[in-house]
C-alpha cells in the first residue's frame, strides 16, 4: 500500500476479511442486510454487513464475474469458468444450475418470473428455472441469441435491459422471451459498461467507458423520448482537457429513485436523474469502484473498491469493501429550485 | 166496318138501277128475248162475281204477302239478334198493339232496318278484327297460314266472339312486337359481330333479308326471315370464335417470340392489343375490328416476322441454351462437354440441321442434366461438407504447428474455438468419408457410370486423400521417433554434463518457423518471452508487476484475419500529450489512446512507467471443459497493426486473459 492511509469513517465501515482479488460484484439481499460479494479470487463470500462478519464463503471454478440473492437462503454466482453456479447459505450446498459456453458475465433472479437470467460473453442469454434438479438438461429455460457478448443486465418487473458489446441494447419482456420488445443502440457512442433499470420500470441508465450516463425510457413513443439525456461525469479537468473515467456501477436507491454511479476515478457520485441534478459526492476512494448496492431500505450502501484493470495489469491498490451508512441529504431529491450541493 | 159494304151495294144497286132500266128500254127496243136477256144477266151477274172474286183474291194475296213480309221479318230480326248474341225483340208486343198486319210491318220494318244496320255494323267490326289478324298473321307466319281460315262465321257474330276476337288479335300484336323487338336484339347482336369481324352491317341484314335495313314498320319479321336471321348470326358468332382462338394463339406465340428474342418494348406495344386479349373471353373481345380479317393478318404477318426473326438468332438462342446447360453442368461438378454443341453448329451452317431441332436437341440435354442434378445433389453436398472438414483440417494443422497459439491474445479465444471445431470435425472424417464413399458406389452401380466432380472421379479422391492421410500419420511417427531420440541424447548429455541446455536458447532458436517442438504443448507461462519489436509505437512492452513475468507480446502473422483485434481497444482517455485530440465519434471504432499520464495518481505507478505504454488487450477464451480452463491455450494473433479489424474488448475479459496467463 503505497498511498496514504484513508481515515477509515470518511469511506464508511471497511468490511473484514474481503477477497483477495478483483471484486467483480456486490449486492445487498433483499431481505436483510447481508452482502453477497463476487471476485476474481474465485470465490463468492456472504457478509453480514451489520455485523461485519463474514457468514461464508463459496469456491467456484474460476473467476466469478457476478452473483445475486435468490432469498436470504440462497444465491447464484457467474463465473468465467463458463458455469452458472447455486448455493445454499445455510448448509454450505452447491452445484451448478448450468454452462454457458463462455464466461458468464452478469446474472440476475427475476422474482416475477421465477427464473435465474444469465448473460454471457458466448452472446447469449439464458433462462434457467432454480427449482429443477441441477444440470442444464432439467434447468435450462430458453437460450436467446444476442447480438454480441453481453456485458451487463438489468430487471425491473417484468423488463429485462441486456447491454452487449458494440453498444447493442436488447429490451424484453421476460414473459414473451421469443424476441427481444425493442432491439436499440446504446446512445451514448462509447462501449457500454454498465445498464441499470430505474426502481419505478420506467427506464434504464446506461453508463459507457467515457465518463458519462444516458437515462433512457421504454416508452419509445416521442413524447416519452423528448424526456431522454445524457450528461457527463466522473470526469478530471487539466489544462482545459477532460480526463474521462470509465463509469463502472450504478445503483438505484430503492425509496428515492436517485442513483449513485461509481467510476475509475474512485468517486462516488450520488444524482437526482428527474431533476438533472449532482445531490452529493462521496470522498474519493483508494482506487476505481467496482461495484455499488444499496441495502433494501436504502440506509447502507456497499463501496467496492477494486482495481478493474482499466489499464492493464498495473500494481494497485488492495481491494476493499466499504459499507456507509446513508444520510438522507445525500439522497432525497431536491426540486430544482434548490441549489444541490456541489 | 160492316157499312161499307152495304153502302157499296146501296150505291152499285144506284148507280146500276138506271143503267138497268136504260138497259131494259134498249132491250125493248131491240126486241131481245128473254132468254137472251137472262143470258146477258147472267154474265152480267157472273162478271160482276168475277170482278168481286178478283177483288177478294188480291186482298187476299195481299193479305197473305204481308203476313209472308212479317214473318220473314221477325225472322230475320230473330236470326240477326241470335247471330248477335242479343235477346230477342218482343214482336207479339207489337201485334197486340195495333193488331193489323200493315201496322205490323210498319212497325217491323224499321226494327229490321236496325238490326240490319246493327248486324252490319256488327259485321264490319269483325270483319277490321280479322282483317287486322290476318294482317299480323301474314307478316310473322305468312306461309303456314291459311288465309281462308281467316274468316269468321257470320253466324255468330256475339259481343263475345268479337272480344275473343279482339284479344287474339291483341295477342297477335304482342307477339309481333316481341319479334320485333327480338328481331332487333338480334340485329343489334349481328351489328356487334359485323364490328368485331369487321364486316359490313348493310350487307349483311340485306343477305337475310333487304327489308330489315329499313324502317322499324317495314321490316319483315316472318317466321323464316327471323330463322334466317338466328343463323346468320350463329354463323357470324362461330367465325368470331374461331378468329378470336385464332387471334389468341398468335397471341401467345407473340407472347412466346418476345420473351424468347427479347423483343424491345417498343416493338412490343404495337402489338400490345393483341397480347392484351390473350384470355380474353368471348364477351370482352368487342373492339371495332379486333378480329377482322385484316387484323388478323397483320398478326400473322408480325408472327411470322418474329419468327423468321427467330429462325436468324437460332444460332444466339441456342448458344443461350448452350450457355445454361455449361451453367448447369458447372453447378453440379460435371465437365462441360463442349465437343457436342460444336459439332451439331457446324451441321447447321451446313444446313443439315435446322436451329429448332437444334435447340430440341439442348433443350433434352438440359433437361436430362436437371434430372442429373437432383440425383446428384444429396451426394454433391456430402462432398462439400468433406471438402470443409479437410479444409479445417489443414487449418487445424497449420494452426498445431504454430508456436504462439497459447499466447493469449486479441481473437485467440476465437481460434482456440475453431480449433475446437475442426478437432471434432475432423473426428468425423473417416466415418463420413465411409459413408459417403458407400453411397458414391450405390449411385455408380445405380447409373452404371462414375460420378464424376469436376472431372475427377469421386473414389479416386477419396483414396487419394486416405493415402495423404496415411502418408502424414508415418511422418508424424517418424518425427515422435527422432524426438525420443532427441530426448535420450539430451538425458544422456545431462548425464556426462550435468544440465540441460537452455529452454529459451532452443526455444529462440525454433521460434518464428512454425515447426513443431513438443515443448510447446505445455503451458509456455514465463518459460518463454518473445523480443519485443522496440520501434512499434504502438505495441509496447507491458511491465506487469513484479510477480508477473509473462509477457503478452506476440507477432506471428495469423492466417485467418478474423481473429484478431490490431488496434489496441483499450480506451484510455488521458490525453496528457497534445498530439491525441478528441477523435471524431465513430461509434464502432476505438480510440486510439495514448498514453498514460504520469501525474496520476501515486497508487497505480510502478516501476518504469516514464514509458508511455499503450496496453494491447490478451482476452483468452478458454476451452470447454470443467477444468480445462486451467490449462489455457494460447494462440496465434494476426499483426496488430491492421487498421481495419477492430473488436472491442471489456476490462473484464482483458483481466480474464491476464489473470489466465498470470495462472501460468
Same mark, same amino acid.
Given at each position: 500500500m503505497s498511498a496514504a492511509p484513508i481515515p477509515l469513517n470518511s469511506g464508511g465501515k471497511e468490511l473484514l476479511n474481503p477477497p483477495s482479488d478483483g471484486i467483480s460484484n456486490l449486492r445487498f439481499s433483499n431481505h436483510s442486510d447481508y452482502l453477497l460479494v463476487s471476485s476474481w479470487d474465485k470465490t463468492v463470500r456472504l457478509y453480514d454487513a451489520n455485523a461485519n462478519l463474514l457468514k461464508g464463503e463459496f469456491l467456484h471454478g474460476g473467476p466469478v464475474l457476478d452473483c445475486c440473492f435468490h432469498d436470504d437462503s440462497s444465491g447464484f454466482s457467474a463465473g468465467a469458468d463458463h458455469t452458472v453456479r447455486r448455493y445454499v447459505f445455510s448448509s454450505g450446498k452447491e452445484d451448478i444450475l448450468g454452462r454457458h459456453d463462455a464466461p458468464v458475465r452478469c446474472i440476475e433472479y427475476s422474482y416475477a418470473a421465477g427464473q435465474v437470467i444469465t448473460g454471457s460473453w458466448d452472446k447469449t442469454l439464458k433462462c434457467w428455472d432454480p427449482r429443477g434438479a441441477s444440470g442444464p438438461e432439467n434447468t435450462l429455460v430458453g437460450t436467446y441469441q444476442q447480438p454480441e457478448r453481453v456485458y451487463s443486465l438489468s430487471l425491473v418487473g417484468n423488463k429485462?435491459?441486456?447491454?452487449?458489446?458494440? %453498444? @447493442?441494447?436488447?429490451?424484453?419482456?421476460?414473459?414473451?422471451?421469443?424476441?427481444?420488445?425493442?432491439?436499440?443502440?446504446?446512445?451514448?457512442?462509447?462501449?457500454?459498461?454498465?445498464?441499470?433499470?430505474?426502481?419505478?420500470?420506467? $427506464?434504464?441508465?446506461?453508463?459507457?467507458?467515457?465518463?458519462?450516463?444516458?437515462?433512457?425510457?421504454?416508452?419509445?413513443?416521442?413524447?416519452?423520448?423528448?424526456?431522454?439525456?445524457?450528461?457527463?461525469? @466522473?470526469?478530471?479537468?487539466?489544462? $482545459? %482537457?477532460?480526463?474521462?473515467?470509465?463509469?463502472?456501477?450504478?445503483?438505484? @436507491?430503492?425509496?428515492? $429513485?436517485?442513483?449513485?454511479? $461509481?467510476?475509475?476515478d474512485g468517486y462516488v457520485n450520488v444524482w437526482d436523474g428527474i431533476n438533472k441534478k449532482r445531490l452529493y459526492q462521496y470522498s474519493k476512494y483508494p482506487t476505481s469502484i467496482a461495484a455499488l448496492s444499496f441495502s433494501r431500505d436504502g440506509r447502507l450502501l456497499a463501496v467496492a473498491s477494486s482495481y478493474t484493470f482499466e489499464e492493464g495489469d498495473i500494481p494497485h491498490e488492495p481491494d476493499a469493501i466499504f459499507i456507509r451508512s446513508v444520510n438522507e441529504v445525500e439522497v432525497k431529491p431536491k426540486p430544482k429550485t434548490l441549489a444541490a450541493p456541489s | 166496318m160492316n157499312e161499307l159494304h152495304k153502302d157499296y151495294l146501296l150505291r152499285l144497286e144506284r148507280a146500276c138501277g138506271p143503267l138497268l132500266q136504260q138497259l131494259q128500254v134498249i132491250w125493248d127496243e131491240i126486241g131481245e128475248s128473254l132468254a137472251d136477256r137472262e143470258k146477258i144477266f147472267k154474265d152480267l151477274e157472273h162478271e160482276c162475281v168475277e170482278a168481286h172474286q178478283i177483288k177478294l183474291d188480291?186482298?187476299?194475296?195481299?193479305?197473305?204477302?204481308?203476313?209472308?213480309?212479317?214473318?220473314?221479318?221477325?225472322?230475320?230480326?230473330?236470326?240477326?239478334?241470335?247471330?248477335?248474341?242479343?235477346?230477342?225483340?218482343?214482336n207479339t208486343q207489337i201485334n197486340q198493339k195495333d193488331g193489323s198486319l200493315k201496322s205490323e210491318v210498319s212497325a217491323i220494318v224499321p226494327l229490321l232496318e236496325e238490326m240490319r244496320n246493327r248486324r252490319a255494323e256488327r259485321i264490319g267490326q269483325f270483319l277490321e278484327v280479322t282483317e287486322q289478324i290476318r294482317k299480323i298473321t301474314n307478316e310473322i307466319r305468312p306461309a303456314g297460314c291459311n288465309q281462308s281460315e281467316i274468316t269468321f262465321d257470320e253466324s255468330e257474330l256475339t259481343t263475345r266472339k268479337l272480344e275473343e276476337l279482339h284479344k287474339e288479335l291483341q295477342s297477335l300484336q304482342k307477339e309481333k312486337s316481341e319479334r320485333l323487338k327480338m328481331v332487333m336484339g338480334q340485329l343489334k347482336n349481328l351489328n356487334s359481330l359485323c364490328i368485331v369481324l369487321g364486316l359490313e352491317f348493310e350487307k349483311m341484314v340485306a343477305e337475310v333479308h333487304p327489308t330489315l335495313d329499313e324502317g322499324e314498320e317495314s321490316k319483315n319479321i316472318s317466321d323464316d326471315v327471323v330463322d334466317r336471321l338466328a343463323s346468320t348470326i350463329q354463323r357470324l358468332r362461330e367465325v368470331k370464335l374461331q378468329r378470336m382462338k385464332k387471334l389468341q394463339n398468335l397471341a401467345t406465340s407473340l407472347l412466346e417470340l418476345w420473351d424468347l428474342m427479347d423483343v424491345p418494348i417498343e416493338e412490343q406495344q404495337l402489338f400490345q392489343n393483341i397480347t392484351r386479349n390473350v384470355a380474353a373471353s368471348e364477351h370482352e373481345l368487342n373492339e371495332i375490328n379486333i378480329l377482322s380479317v385484316g387484323f388478323l393478318k397483320s398478326a400473322e404477318v408480325e408472327v411470322s416476322r418474329l419468327e423468321n426473326l427467330k429462325a436468324r438468332k437460332g444460332k444466339d438462342i441456342v448458344l443461350k441454351k448452350k450457355f445454361e446447360l455449361e451453367e448447369l453442368r458447372q453447378k453440379t461438378h460435371l465437365l462441360p462437354e463442349d465437343g457436342e454443341i460444336n459439332f451439331a453448329f457446324e451441321a447447321v451452317e451446313a444446313g443439315a440441321l435446322s436451329y429448332s431441332l437444334l435447340m430440341e436437341q439442348i433443350d433434352n440435354q438440359i433437361s436430362l442434366v436437371k434430372e442429373d442434378v437432383l440425383s446428384r445433389k444429396d451426394i454433391l453436398e456430402k462432398v462439400e461438407k468433406w471438402l470443409n472438414a479437410c479444409e479445417e483440417e489443414n487449418w487445424l494443422e497449420e494452426y498445431s504447428k504454430d508456436e504462439n497459439r497459447y499466447n493469449a491474445g486479441r481473437g485467440a479465444h476465437l481460434a482456440l474455438k475453431r480449433a475446437e471445431k475442426a478437432r471434432a470435425i475432423v473426428n468425423k472424417i473417416p466415418a463420413m468419408l465411409q459413408n459417403l464413399s458407400d453411397k458414391v458406389t450405390m449411385w455408380e452401380r445405380e447409373r452404371r457410370k462414375v460420378f464424376t466432380y469436376d472431372g475427377v472421379s469421386l473414389h479416386l479422391m477419396f483414396e487419394k486423400y486416405n493415402v495423404h492421410k496415411m502418408e502424414k500419420a508415418q511422418e508424424l511417427e517418424r518425427q515422435k521417433e527422432q524426438k525420443k531420440l532427441h530426448r535420450l541424447r539430451v538425458a544422456e548429455q545431462e548425464i556426462r554434463y550435468g544440465s540441460k541446455p537452455s529452454p529459451s536458447k532452443c526455444q529462440n532458436s525454433r521460434k518464428g518457423r512454425g515447426s513443431i517442438a513438443p515443448r510447446k504443448r505445455l503451458s509456455l507461462g514465463g518459460a518463454q518471452s518473445a523480443p519485443p519489436r522496440p520501434d512499434d509505437p504502438q505495441r509496447k512492452k507491458l511491465t506487469p508487476s513484479a510477480k508477473k513475468t509473462s509477457d503478452r507480446l506476440f507477432f506471428s502473422p495469423g492466417k485467418r484475419s478474423a481473429y484478431c483485434s490490431p488496434s489496441p481497444t483499450k480506451l484510455r482517455f488521458n490525453d496528457s500529450t497534445p498530439h491525441q485530440p478528441e477523435l471524431p465519434r465513430q461509434p464502432f471504432s476505438q480510440l486510439p489512446h495514448p498514453n498514460n499520464v504520469i501525474s496520476a495518481p501515486p497508487k497505480m505507478i510502478s516501476g518504469d512507467n516514464s514509458a508511455s505504454r499503450t496496453p494491447i488487450l490478451m482476452p483468452v477464451h478458454m476451452q470447454v471443459g470443467p477444468t480445462s480452463y486451467l490449462t489455457p491455450v494460447k494462440h496465434q494473433l494476426e499483426s496488430i497493426n491492421a487498421p481495419d479489424q477492430v473488436i472491442e474488448y471489456s476490462f473484464e475479459e482483458s483481466r480474464l486473459a491476464c489473470y489466465l496467463a498470470a495462472q501460468n
Open positions: 429485462l435491459v441486456v447491454a452487449t458489446a458494440g %453498444r @447493442h441494447i436488447n429490451v424484453y419482456d421476460l414473459r414473451n422471451m421469443s424476441q427481444p420488445e425493442q432491439r436499440r443502440e446504446s446512445s451514448l457512442k462509447y462501449q457500454t459498461r454498465c445498464v441499470r433499470c430505474y426502481p419505478n420500470g420506467t $427506464g434504464f441508465a446506461l453508463s459507457s467507458v467515457e465518463g458519462r450516463v444516458a437515462m433512457e425510457f421504454f416508452d419509445m413513443s416521442e413524447a416519452a423520448q423528448t424526456k431522454k439525456y445524457a450528461f457527463k461525469c @466522473h470526469r478530471k479537468s487539466d489544462n $482545459g %482537457r477532460d480526463i474521462v473515467y470509465p463509469v463502472n456501477a450504478m445503483a438505484f @436507491h430503492p425509496i428515492y $429513485g436517485t442513483f449513485a454511479t $461509481g467510476g475509475c | 188480291k186482298a187476299s194475296h195481299l193479305r197473305a204477302h204481308l203476313r209472308q213480309s212479317i214473318a220473314d221479318a221477325e225472322a230475320e230480326v230473330a236470326a240477326i239478334c241470335s247471330a248477335m248474341g242479343e235477346r230477342l225483340v218482343n
